[in-house]
């Protein structure tokens, strides 16, 4: 496996706010060539809290020329996305691949978003612990993005020709033969994605859904102060320890 | 909101995707919820998403790409030990 591409990036939006974006996310300006996005499976896990997505995608257009360079040429591709938003750990890890050939080769772009700790996101210590319940800011969100490029080939050797090709190429092999040009292409992809979900972002704003979100975020961590400090506080702990 | 890639199923889908869309940012996001509230709507837009991608002969990329993923994880494993 060759890594190929790793960048971090941040939105101005809260964490809760870039995750429902993200779901959101088609269609954009930026995605024209997205032309279907259709949910193949949803499972939620109230005990963890966690949301296991997998989508499949349709897009125009073909796949990176790293990877068409194998392959006939591809007018639509089919892209399989898999997320897990993860609310105890405040995290969401993407995971988006190539579905056709993905036996031969497949470019397989990983994002984890989480906040963005607020001294980096404000230039200030954040000293209130309470605050998201993680000390973390609650307006910024990071996004790591690395791109890799995976073979199955090596030991299961599946289609002839073009298999036999990236074999023989191996891991430096692979890396030497990927051009600037690629690189370029998806680097601005990346940029294309992170600018297409920033105006479904700035949708969100404008009817007001991030303010009602944030809103909702303050209520409860006042509520969560109020019971560490309160009568309401106490009398929650003595249950505790009574049961 | 995005469109199906059989629009026969494009109805049943927006149905479902207005519903997640409520739930995830009115429950889940809050972290109280302890049901998919859309299940209902998930099986029918599924059921109808099901037949096209036989169609399509998808089901079986599918399938392979499960397959591979399974292998993934299992090299994945046994490349710790």
């Known amino acids: 496996m060759v890594k190929f591409f790793d960048n971090v990036f941040s939105y101005e939006y809260p964490f809760s706010a870039v995750t429902l974006a993200y779901y959101l996310r088609y269609p954009n300006p930026y995605s024209t060539h997205v032309l279907s996005a259709d949910t193949l499976s949803r499972d939620f896990d109230p005990v963890n809290q966690t949301l296991t997505t997998t989508r499949l995608l349709l897009k125009r257009g073909k796949l990176p020329s790293s990877v068409t360079r194998f392959l006939p040429k591809i007018k639509e591709s089919y892209i399989l996305e898999k997320s897990v938003v993860d609310l105890k750990k405040m995290e969401m890890r993407t995971e988006t691949r190539n579905l056709e050939w993905e036996g031969v080769l497949s470019v397989v772009e990983s994002q984890t978003y989480t906040p963005l700790p607020a001294p980096i996101a404000h230039g200030t210590a954040n000293d209130d612990p309470l605050r998201n319940g993680t000390g973390l800011a609650d307006d910024h969100t990071s996004v790591r993005t690395v791109v890799r490029f995976e073979s199955r080939l090596g030991g299961v050797q599946k289609a002839e020709g073009i298999a036999s090709r990236v074999a023989s190429w191996g891991t430096g092999g692979v890396q030497r033969g990927i051009e600037a040009a690629a690189y370029q292409r998806m680097k601005e992809n990346v940029q294309r994605s992170k600018e297409g979900l920033k105006i479904v972002l700035h949708g969100l704003r404008e009817k007001g859904v991030i303010a009602t979100m944030v809103e909702r975020r303050e209520r409860k961590v006042k509520e969560m102060r109020e019971r560490a400090t309160g009568w309401g506080g106490i009398w929650g702990r003595n249950k505790v320890e009574a049961e | ?81």
């Not at chain 2, 996001?29 to 709507?41: H, N, V």
């Not at chain 2, 029918?44 to 998808?58: N, P, T």
């Open chain 2, 1 to 81: 909101m995005s469109a199906s890639l059989a629009p026969e199923c494009s109805p049943a889908k927006e149905k479902y995707d207005n519903c997640f869309i409520k739930w995830y940012s009115d429950k889940f996001l809050k972290g109280d919820s302890t049901t998919d509230d859309c299940k209902p709507l998930f099986d029918e837009y599924r059921k109808c998403l099901q037949i096209a991608l036989k169609e399509k002969g998808l089901d079986k990329m599918l399938d392979e790409a499960r397959r591979n993923a399974e292998e993934r994880e299992l090299r994945k494993e046994q490349g710790k030990h």
